[in-house]
Nanobody, 121 residues
Framework: QVQLEESGGGLVQAGGSLRLSCTAS????????MGWYRQAPGEQRGMVAS???????IYTDSVKGRFTISRDNAKNTVYLQMNSLKPEDTAVYYC???????????????WGQGTQVTVSS
């Protein structure tokens, strides 16, 4: 069984920084694209950043220049370094990964349980 475990959320003042981590564990054959999504109250979940196994990255416009996504393929772990945080970054952040488990041997999208990030003004 595949699991994504997130850590690193919390409360921070505007202008501060946080680093989120997410590790995929279980009976895994391969991990393709990994990414972070967020959902604020009353809003739809949207992509924040994604990174391919070859380290090609994509960011949503509102976080460009402030957030950095990276990954460690050997550890099946993805990180999100968030700098210059703003109150509008407040949301639940979810890790997402495209994973090939041993059983069933089918690529699928998996989600973490979410971690709260709150930025105070």
């Amino acid at each position: 069984q595949v699991q994504l475990e997130e850590s690193g959320g919390g409360l921070v003042q505007a202008g501060g920084s946080l680093r989120l981590s997410c590790t995929a564990s279980g009976s895994i054959v391969g991990v393709n694209t990994m990414g972070w999504y967020r959902q604020a109250p009353g809003e739809q979940r949207g992509m924040v950043a994604s990174i391919t196994r070859g380290h090609i990255t994509i960011y949503t416009d509102s976080v460009k220049g402030r957030f950095t996504i990276s990954r460690d393929n050997a550890k099946n772990t993805v990180y999100l370094q968030m700098n210059s945080l703003k109150p509008e970054d407040t949301a639940v952040y979810y890790c997402n990964a495209n994973i090939l488990p041993r059983k069933p041997l089918v690529w699928g999208d998996y989600w973490g349980q979410g971690t709260q990030v709150t930025v105070s003004s």
